[in-house]
């Protein structure tokens, strides 16, 4: 391999990123380990691909001599430079190929990181290489509209996405082995059966998941298939700031990372949004609690329309701790031998109820004697307060 002066040693910076695995990934890691791996392996017989250096090195160097179109690079009308875990992708996506026919290994590529780590336009890169080099025919989009490639079409002075470039509304399992299919994952797309090569560049990729999970059950990748995942694992602690380059790799560079501190200190959805969508990770214990905690008071918001509904009101009691026993007692005797118990709401409800029919009887069956009129009303109040009246015995008596 020959390195002109000036020019980048991707592989070796490929092999270093690997090597090094410094704040990887799990799932990172067993990419660098198998990379590793495979390069041992090229001279065996029983392996069936080898390393197109020259290929991978062309690829590189080609989306390099593409200029910034946003942010600071663009105002100083910078190239791109590939980082190191960018070289690796593509250097593996682009330099691994069939010892027989040539054809590039891998047809399932998947990449997943923390969003503004640049996806989109590594898609758009991977499809101008790959159009210009004749690596594939055609490149197929499944998203229903063409905004993503006509702003690559805007974007890169050396990106031509034209009549190459079709859009299809849904996977289509009868494209020719020669044609890319970008699959826009939002829409349910994921990696079919067939041999048509097809990727994915989402963050929150349930299709990378998918197949790092099939991966750690079988031991290891199909051969055919390049998943890299950039995630915080479900042990890791989240606030901890130098982890959250496993999930974004481009930290410093296209991440900011006081954003990211200020995100993390938001609370409930908005922390949420931040572990899922920044460090790409929806499986994490702080996740399910704050999902949690989300749906206890949607289920409380939802009892208290319906409470409201049925005009019951909630009412708070405050007892001494005697006084829960000896509820909690009368709870369990007053349901029956071998019943669940009454809750307190029915235990008090029940009361209420019991007391009001009780309290209606006595009312009913009272009349003065003195007056001769029904009580409660009787004789208005004229001799209330005297010892004569019955309505004054009748109160002392009602009260508890």
Known sequence: ????????????????????????????????????????????????????????????????????????????????????????????????????????????IALSAGRKNGLTIMSHLMASTALH?????????????????EFSKKSFERIALDSSVRIQASVNSKLRPASLEIIDESKGGTFDNTPNPQCIFTNDSEQAELSVEKADRIDRFPDNEFVCLYNCDA????????????????????????????QSKKKDRFRKHFIIKHLNVKNHPEVNDIQNRADAAERKRKSRARLAKLGIKPVQVNLAESEIETLDMLCSVRAGEGKQPYSYDEYISTLIRRDKERLDKQIESAQCTMCNLPLPTGCGGVNSGTSVCYKY????????
């Not at 080099?133 to 993503?148: D, I, P, S």
């Not at 015995?393 to 508890?400: D, P, S």
């Open 133 to 149: 080099f004749g690596l594939y025919e055609k490149v197929f989009n499944t998203n229903k509209n063409k905004r993503a490639f």
């Open 235 to 262: 042990a890791d602690n989240l606030d901890d700031s130098s982890i959250w380059v496993r999930a974004n790799p481009n930290i410093n560079v296209s991440v900011n990372f006081g954003f990211l501190v200020e």
């Open 1 to 108: 391999m020959n390195i002109k002066l000036g020019e980048r040693d991707y592989l070796s910076i490929a092999i270093n990123y690997a090597k090094e695995r410094k704040n990887l990934s799990r799932a990172m890691q067993a990419q660098a380990s198998r990379f590793l791996d495979d390069l041992e392996s090229v001279d065996s017989v029983v392996f069936d691909f080898r390393l197109d250096e020259d290929q991978a090195i062309k690829c590189c160097k080609y989306i390099e001599q593409h200029k910034h179109t946003v942010g600071r690079w663009a105002a100083n009308k910078e190239y791109i430079v590939l980082e190191p875990w960018q070289v690796f992708f593509f250097v593996n996506v682009f330099g691994w190929v069939h010892k027989d026919d040539h054809t590039l290994r891998f047809k399932k």
């Open 393 to 400: 015995k009748l109160n002392n008596r009602l009260a508890l």
